[in-house]
């Protein structure tokens, strides 16, 4: 029998923990083996009940998520944390990636992603909400005279992820710096490019520019 993945919601607000455990309830791999109103017992809930993923508010009472995330960070307890937060602060998503979380949600879009982020963060990737990744990718590439405006393709083989790869790919952007830009790490970076490839059917870098050129991601 496949082992379930225990989830532990912290958050200031009942409701919304209540709303978000009954949708989680629906996927069937999913347990909800506890919550948090206030920062200051979620590190001993979650290792007294093995928790392997923890939704973490950054506005808790008594211990706020930075602090959480720190005590996790000090302490090595191997919990993957998604932040859940009313804000899109570009200095607070890079606060809490460099503390080790491995997700960003909204409050926004809990409800439509936390099923996904969940199911990401769970294999190992990182995942944020579109309203956050397109935050961070429109503020690192404003100005760019060879960025095309036009940066989606609705018909499109490649994921919004991977159109923000090959994007910066096209501009010249090393691995080390597209990491450093949408906060993953640089094997996930090198994983998205040979993803990329491989559904191009392209064999090196030349390749990944001419199709960013050919569907308008840059300008020639």
């Known amino acids: 029998m496949k082992n379930k993945i225990r989830v532990h919601l912290a958050d200031d607000h009942q409701v919304l923990i209540d709303g978000l455990t009954n949708l989680l309830h629906t996927v069937s791999e999913f347990e909800v083996v ?25 506005s808790m009472p008594q211990k706020d998520g930075i602090e959480v995330l720190k005590e996790f960070s000090e302490k090595g307890y191997p919990c993957k944390v998604i932040i859940l937060s009313s804000y899109d602060d570009l200095k607070i998503i890079k606060e809490v990636m460099n503390l080790g979380a ?22 190992g990737e990182e995942y944020f909400c579109d309203s956050v990744r397109e935050k961070i990718f429109t503020t690192f590439t404003k100005g760019n005279p060879k960025l095309n405006e036009r940066t989606r393709e609705e018909n499109s083989i490649l994921s919004s992820r991977e159109l923000e790869i090959i994007t910066l790919i096209s501009l010249e952007y090393s691995g080390k710096e597209i990491s450093e830009l949408l906060f993953i790490s640089t094997n996930t970076v090198e994983t998205h490019r040979k993803n990329i490839m491989k559904k191009l059917k392209t064999k090196n870098t030349i390749g990944l520019v001419k199709y960013a050129i050919k569907n308008n991601l840059i300008k020639s």
């Open 102 to 123: 491995s997700g960003y949600l909204t409050k926004k879009c809990a409800g439509e992603n936390i099923i996904e982020a969940i199911e990401a963060v769970n294999k």
């Open 34 to 58: 506890g919550s948090s109103l206030n920062g200051m017992n979620i590190y001993n809930d979650v290792t007294t009940n093995n928790t392997g993923i923890l939704v973490l508010d950054i």
